[in-house]
């Protein structure tokens, strides 16, 4: 059983963060919605003394926490928020695959390191169903364990992990001039003789009526995270015709009846063995050349309208939630005015993973011409931590000795 119950509401904005940054952590919990069960709510008013305020956030030992930030729930939940020192070998941002296997490289070569990651350490692997194309798991290996497997690697070399925190700026260091400083949400700065930018991306949104206002309220980015609050469903809905939107579809096979894929692109770009899985499973609808125009609720969702591209006729559909899957965006807003970011707002990498600030590398999804996947995430921190080692001996007087 969960060790946590959240009562709240789908309209509350601060219960949506709460579920999201819980989702996250993958800390499992229970969802209470205080507007659909009466004796939930009198419980949240015993709780307060008669108050109301959500989200109520109550643990196994009884304690709680009413709206909490997600600071304090971090705090609760034991993460590490700050660094144990100001200075460094090297500052990793973004605690994916790509971060992870550079922290454990440079560890095994006398390289200290830290990694500071804003969300959940193991990046997108972690909110993943199933992972079936990582060598080493013939039979495949759930996300969220092949994450903590790259997880317990780099505690194992005594890495220091920060989760939940985000890195505000990376600039040079005032004091020392051949040094980088990342600025944390905390307020705190450590200086590093190199740094990495492994922050990987997140998933686009599509940018139609109604989807701001009902995200987290049926309106949802990862179905590992929210599919099982959907258990017993008529009909849900995915967005998108890639690997990552049929992979999810089937994972919410276990939840509803049908699940319907609606795909904007003639076809679906997934790999053949998924489309093929998809296509002879009966539990599946599958809509192509067709786009979402709005989505429609009072507090959660009770309607998508969708648009044929072909003849322009809309139709609406009443599932239960919906589940989006259309892409990737860097997370590099933090960077805008110190890196040459393209475009798109992917890093450029100037050769042998150098970024356009001395001293700083970049590897992973948020790389220019990375190919999105997993096990090139974990090459690209390899490979950079190989280029950041030589940088180090060249710079600094670092002379790290890898271990046999």
Same mark, same amino acid.
């Given at each position: 059983?969960?060790?946590?119950?959240?009562?709240?509401?789908?309209?509350?904005?601060?219960?949506?963060?709460?579920?999201?940054?819980?989702?996250?952590?993958?800390?499992?919990?229970?969802?209470?919605?205080?507007?659909?069960?009466?004796?939930?709510?009198?419980?949240?008013?015993?709780?307060?003394?008669?108050?109301?305020?959500?989200?109520?956030?109550?643990?196994?030992?009884?304690?709680?926490?009413?709206?909490?930030?997600?600071?304090?729930?971090?705090?609760?939940?034991?993460?590490?928020?700050?660094?144990?020192?100001?200075?460094?070998?090297?500052?990793?941002?973004?605690?994916?695959?790509?971060?992870?296997?550079?922290?454990?490289?440079?560890?095994?070569?006398?390289?200290?390191?830290?990694?500071?990651?804003?969300?959940?350490?193991?990046?997108?692997?972690?909110?993943?169903?199933?992972?079936?194309?990582?060598?080493?798991?013939?039979?495949?290996?759930?996300?969220?364990?092949?994450?903590? /497997? *790259?997880?317990? !690697?780099?505690?194992?070399?005594? =890495?220091? #992990?920060?989760?939940?925190?985000?890195? +505000? &700026? @990376? %600039?040079?260091?005032?004091?020392?001039?051949?040094?980088?400083?990342?600025?944390?949400?905390?307020?705190?700065?450590?200086?590093?003789?190199?740094?990495?930018?492994?922050?990987?991306?997140?998933?686009?949104?599509?940018?139609?009526?109604?989807?701001?206002?009902?995200?987290?309220?049926?309106?949802?980015?990862?179905?590992?995270?929210?599919?099982?609050?959907?258990?017993?469903?008529?009909?849900?809905?995915?967005?998108?015709?890639?690997?990552?939107?049929?992979?999810?579809?089937?994972?919410?096979?276990?939840?509803?009846?049908?699940?319907?894929?609606?795909?904007?692109?003639?076809?679906?770009?997934?790999?053949?063995?998924?489309?093929?899985?998809?296509?002879?499973?009966? /539990? *599946?609808?599958? !809509?192509?050349?067709?786009?979402? =125009?709005? #989505?429609?609720?009072?507090?959660?969702? +009770? &309607? @998508? %309208?969708?648009?044929?591209?072909?003849?322009?006729?809309?139709?609406?559909?009443?599932?239960?939630?919906?589940?989006?899957?259309?892409?990737?965006?860097?997370?590099?807003?933090?960077?805008?005015?110190?890196?040459?970011?393209?475009?798109?707002?992917?890093?450029?990498?100037?050769?042998?993973?150098?970024?356009?600030?001395?001293?700083?590398?970049?590897?992973?999804?948020?790389?220019?011409?990375?190919?999105?996947?997993?096990?090139?995430?974990?090459?690209?921190?390899?490979?950079?931590?190989?280029?950041?080692?030589?940088?180090?001996?060249?710079?600094?007087?670092?002379?790290?000795?890898?271990?046999?």
């Amino acid at each position: 059983m969960p060790d946590i119950t959240v009562y709240g509401a789908p309209w509350c904005p601060d219960c949506k963060r709460a579920k999201r940054f819980l989702g996250e952590q993958r800390v499992p919990f229970d969802w209470v919605d205080i507007d659909q069960d009466e004796r939930a709510l009198r419980h949240v008013e015993e709780l307060q003394g008669g108050g109301r305020t959500i989200p109520t956030v109550v643990f196994r030992d009884g304690t709680l926490l009413v709206e909490p930030t997600n600071e304090e729930l971090a705090r609760r939940l034991g993460l590490t928020l700050e660094a144990k020192r100001a200075c460094y070998d090297l500052a990793i941002a973004g605690g994916g695959p790509a971060g992870l296997a550079s922290a454990v490289y440079a560890a095994r070569e006398g390289i200290d390191a830290i990694v500071v990651e804003r969300s959940a350490l193991g990046g997108q692997a972690g909110v993943t169903e199933r992972i079936d194309n990582y060598l080493g798991f013939p039979e495949g290996i759930g996300g969220a364990d092949l994450s903590e /497997r *790259f997880i317990a !690697q780099a505690r194992r070399y005594e =890495v220091e #992990l920060l989760s939940a925190v985000s890195v +505000e &700026a @990376v %600039v040079p260091d005032e004091a020392e001039a051949d040094d980088v400083c990342f600025r944390l949400a905390g307020g705190q700065e450590i200086s590093a003789h190199a740094a990495l930018i492994a922050t990987g991306s997140s998933y686009r949104r599509l940018g139609v009526p109604g989807e701001d206002e009902l995200i987290g309220a049926g309106v949802h980015f990862c179905a590992t995270c929210d599919g099982p609050f959907y258990r017993g469903s008529e009909e849900l809905l995915v967005i998108g015709g890639g690997n990552s939107a049929l992979e999810e579809g089937m994972f919410l096979t276990r939840f509803a009846k049908r699940v319907r894929i609606v795909q904007r692109a003639p076809e679906l770009t997934a790999s053949r063995l998924l489309q093929d899985k998809v296509n002879s499973d009966p /539990r *599946f609808v599958v !809509q192509r050349n067709t786009e979402v =125009v709005a #989505l429609k609720g009072t507090g959660k969702l +009770e &309607a @998508v %309208v969708v648009r044929d591209r072909g003849t322009d006729e809309t139709q609406t559909y009443t599932p239960r939630a919906a589940f989006v899957f259309i892409g990737l965006d860097p997370n590099t807003a933090f960077l805008r005015g110190s890196l040459e970011l393209d475009e798109r707002g992917f890093v450029a990498d100037r050769g042998g993973f150098r970024t356009s600030m001395p001293g700083v590398f970049v590897a992973g999804d948020v790389r220019r011409g990375s190919t999105k996947q997993l096990g090139a995430a974990a090459g690209d921190g390899i490979a950079a931590l190989i280029a950041i080692r030589e940088y180090l001996q060249q710079h600094h007087e670092v002379a790290p000795h890898a271990e046999d």
